[in-house]
């Protein structure tokens, strides 16, 4: 490297990042009230699955709604009907980490890993239908931070500078910022 220390210089930027990440798997039991008294669950799906994120306190609000629909049927199953509800829900997704010196407006970014699915439908007492639904959600908080980078006081142009960094290699095509997190714990 051509040059001695003095020629490096440290220079502050300042970029968009991933300053929170966070993920949620949950199960909720949802009673149904259809307007027959069921004899056989035939079907069960959830439709139209519809949230908006926003960061509450050190978490990140998800609330949406979705259209379960029960397929049944009745009168000693010799009539069916489906059975349209319409559910609102709510998560509290907890940020596995959250780099608190983000600054600026913050982007939440939320995203369904696994879409509301009905995993079990069961006729109760009483004419009603118990519905388990499970979902899985994944959040990423994003915002301005400070980079610390060196630069050189000859610039990018030196051709006496090896770096040994080498364009071609695929050494950090695998890079994990995550990772960096988990060894400040």
């Given at each position: 490297m051509s040059g001695t220390d003095k020629d490096l210089q440290c220079r502050e930027l300042?970029?968009?990042?991933?300053?929170?990440?966070?993920?949620?798997f949950s199960q909720t039991t949802h009673t149904i009230l259809p307007s027959h008294t069921p004899s056989t669950i035939l079907g069960c799906w959830?439709?139209?699955?519809?949230?908006?994120?926003?960061?509450?306190?050190?978490?990140?609000?998800?609330?949406?709604?979705?259209?379960?629909?029960?397929?049944?049927?009745?009168?000693?199953?010799?009539?069916?009907?489906?059975?349209?509800?319409?559910?609102s829900y709510s998560e509290l997704v907890p940020l596995s980490f959250f780099d608190s010196h983000c600054?600026?407006?913050?982007?939440?970014?939320?995203?369904?890993?696994?879409?509301?699915?009905?995993?079990?439908?069961?006729?109760?007492?009483?004419?009603?239908?118990?519905?388990?639904?499970?979902?899985e959600f994944a959040v990423e908080v994003i915002g301005e931070t400070k980079v610390?980078?060196?630069?050189?006081?000859?610039?990018?142009?030196?051709?006496?500078?090896?770096?040994?960094?080498d364009e071609t290699s695929d050494e950090f095509d695998e890079f994990e910022s995550t990772d960096l997190f988990d060894e400040l714990d």
């Open positions: 300042i970029a968009k990042a991933v300053c929170g990440k966070g993920h949620k959830v439709a139209n699955n519809s949230f908006q994120a926003e960061k509450v306190g050190d978490a990140i609000e998800i609330t949406g709604t979705y259209d379960v629909n029960l397929w049944y049927s009745f009168k000693d199953n010799t009539q069916t009907e489906v059975k349209k509800e319409t559910v600054r600026g407006d913050l982007e939440i970014i939320a995203h369904a890993v696994e879409q509301p699915k009905c995993v079990k439908a069961e006729i109760s007492g009483g004419g009603t239908v118990t519905v388990r639904v499970e979902k610390c980078v060196v630069v050189c006081a000859g610039g990018c142009d030196d051709k006496d500078y090896d770096g040994g960094f």
